[in-house]
């Protein structure tokens, strides 16, 4: 009933208007919360109504009586007193009705806040083609009024004031540029924020296009087994299709996880290359693998750009182990095999710690090492014979 209420108003207002029949006043005030309004409903006496059977309703519900007072024999008013916020931003509907409930007059009333300055501004273009800000409104962010956000640009040196028409991005408080930007040259861009009770704006910030360029995620991400290595997988990847045309160095980073686990691992030092060798991985696992990219010296410019999306995620495998558990039962064997495998264990630990990441280093030695042990149980025995002769 309550949202049929308001186009009813606009209608009864301009019937009453012209026919100067019954009016409420004052007619859509804004005010502060915890404002106290008197508001009044006056007839024609060509109505002959008892302003004492009038009553009030807002939004629909009806107020006490001891809040209305008789003016005249043609004034009835109500008083609310600290007022809170608008229960809807089209304003809250206090309408005058007769004895028989039909509506004479109404009025919205508005009743919030003024904005407070946005913060948070910042901005981003996708592949220097476009540009996307976001920000946050400034205090709680609710004003209980519908506050209108604008968000405008221009050239710091010379051109004219604009304004960023597309809003609809499926996410509050952003906006979308889509042409017509300049490189080389900084814009000065900030947010507007205005309603009912005032207005504030924004700081200004001063960015470049070319120091604010992010990307696609990059294309074609595979994941394999290296070998029969139990405990790596390989990655490799493409550059991003849109960005093959520019001067810029990309970086790019790397996470990992466990397909049972939310929690991911990040490598950073992969650099520009792509392809990488993840390695200290659990054998017989599914990981799920992502990349990203940033653009580095877009044109030459000196800052980093921004990271782009992450890829989709990519699944793979480690092979399982094929180890087997020493079932001897010579005390002497076990410490043998003991030491062994201590020894072992720290030869690979230098060498996970030396190869892990995506560093250049060449790790050959290590994986013949590796598909020796995990293959080879009867060249162990045979050492372990060797080294008790």
Same mark, same amino acid.
């Not at 301009?14 to 005030?29: F, K």
């Not at 804004?30 to 024609?44: D, F, K, M």
């Not at 990655?235 to 991003?240: D, E, F, L, M, N």
């Not at 599914?286 to 750009?305: D, E, H, L, M, T």
């Given at each position: 009933?309550?949202?049929?209420?308001?186009?009813?108003?606009?209608?009864?207002?301009? %019937?009453?208007?012209?026919?100067?029949?019954?009016?409420?006043?004052?007619?859509?005030?804004?005010?502060?919360?915890?404002?106290?309004?008197?508001?009044?409903?006056? @007839?024609?006496?060509? %109505?002959? =109504?008892?302003?004492?059977? &009038?009553?009030?309703? &807002?939004?629909?519900?009806?107020?006490?009586?001891?809040?209305?007072?008789?003016?005249?024999?043609?004034?009835?008013? @109500?008083?609310?007193?600290?007022?809170?916020?608008?229960?809807?931003?089209?304003?809250?509907?206090? @309408?005058?009705?007769?004895?028989?409930?039909?509506?004479?007059?109404?009025?919205?009333?508005? +009743?919030?806040?003024?904005?407070?300055?946005?913060?948070?501004?910042?901005? /981003?273009?996708?592949?220097?083609?476009? &540009?996307?800000?976001?920000?946050?409104?400034?205090?709680?962010?609710?004003?209980?009024?519908?506050?209108?956000?604008?968000?405008?640009?221009?050239?710091?040196?010379?051109?004219?004031?604009?304004?960023?028409?597309?809003?609809?991005?499926?996410?509050?408080?952003?906006?979308?540029?889509?042409?017509?930007?300049? =490189?080389?040259?900084?814009?000065?861009? /900030?947010?507007?924020?205005?309603?009912?009770?005032?207005?504030?704006?924004?700081?200004?910030?001063?960015?470049?296009? $070319?120091? +604010?360029?992010?990307?696609?995620?990059?294309?074609?991400?595979?994941?394999?087994?290296?070998?029969?290595?139990?405990?790596? $997988?390989? *990655?490799?990847?493409?550059?991003?299709?849109? %960005?093959?045309?520019?001067?810029?160095?990309?970086?790019?980073?790397?996470?990992?996880? $466990?397909?049972?686990?939310?929690? /991911?691992?990040?490598?950073?030092?992969?650099?520009?290359?792509?392809?990488?060798?993840?390695?200290?991985?659990?054998?017989?696992? *599914?990981?799920?693998?992502?990349?990203?990219?940033?653009?580095?010296?877009?044109?030459?410019?000196?800052?980093?750009?921004?990271?782009?999306? /992450?890829?989709?995620?990519?699944?793979?495998?480690?092979?399982? #182990?094929?180890?087997?558990?020493?079932?001897?039962?010579?005390?002497?064997?076990?410490?043998?095999?003991?030491? &062994?495998?201590?020894?072992?264990?720290?030869?690979?630990?230098?060498?996970?710690?030396?190869?892990?990441?995506?560093?250049?280093?060449?790790?050959? %030695?290590?994986?013949?090492?590796?598909?020796?042990?995990?293959?080879?149980?009867?060249?162990?025995?045979?050492? =372990?014979?060797?080294?008790? #002769?």
């Amino acid at each position: 009933m309550i949202t049929l209420l308001l186009p009813v108003l606009c209608v009864l207002r301009a %019937l009453s208007s012209s026919a100067q029949l019954a009016a409420v006043s004052p007619q859509d005030p804004a005010l502060p919360i915890g404002a106290t309004l008197t508001a009044t409903c006056s @007839v024609s006496p060509e %109505l002959g =109504l008892d302003v004492g059977a &009038l009553y009030w309703t &807002l939004n629909g519900r009806r107020l006490p009586g001891d809040t209305y007072r008789v003016l005249s024999t043609t004034a009835l008013s @109500v008083s609310l007193a600290q007022l809170n916020g608008s229960r809807q931003q089209s304003g809250d509907n206090l @309408v005058c009705h007769d004895n028989e409930g039909h509506i004479l007059a109404g009025s919205c009333i508005y +009743v919030g806040m003024p904005p407070e300055k946005p913060v948070n501004l910042t901005c /981003w273009s996708r592949n220097t083609k476009d &540009l996307t800000c976001q920000w946050a409104p400034g205090g709680l962010g609710e004003t209980f009024l519908r506050t209108k956000y604008t968000l405008k640009y221009k050239l710091r040196w010379y051109g004219r004031e604009k304004q960023c028409e597309d809003y609809n991005l499926g996410k509050p408080y952003s906006c979308y540029i889509p042409r017509d930007l300049a =490189l080389f040259t900084p814009y000065e861009i /900030w947010v507007e924020a205005s309603n009912r009770l005032g207005a504030a704006s924004s700081d200004v910030i001063t960015l470049d296009i $070319l120091d +604010v360029v992010t990307t696609d995620p990059p294309s074609d991400v595979h994941v394999s087994r290296v070998g029969e290595l139990e405990d790596q $997988l390989s *990655v490799r990847w493409g550059a991003p299709p849109a %960005l093959k045309d520019f001067l810029f160095q990309a970086k790019y980073q790397i996470r990992y996880r $466990l397909e049972d686990s939310t929690e /991911w691992k990040v490598v950073d030092d992969v650099g520009n290359q792509t392809s990488c060798r993840l390695a200290g991985l659990k054998a017989g696992t *599914v990981y799920f693998v992502q990349v990203r990219c940033n653009p580095v010296g877009i044109y030459g410019s000196r800052k980093a750009g921004i990271w782009s999306d /992450w890829s989709n995620p990519t699944a793979a495998s480690t092979p399982q #182990s094929e180890r087997l558990a020493s079932g001897s039962c010579d005390p002497k064997a076990g410490e043998q095999n003991s030491t &062994l495998r201590r020894e072992l264990k720290q030869f690979f630990g230098w060498v996970r710690k030396h190869a892990y990441g995506c560093t250049g280093m060449s790790i050959k %030695l290590y994986d013949q090492w590796r598909v020796w042990l995990q293959k080879s149980h009867k060249t162990r025995n045979q050492i =372990l014979q060797g080294d008790k #002769s």
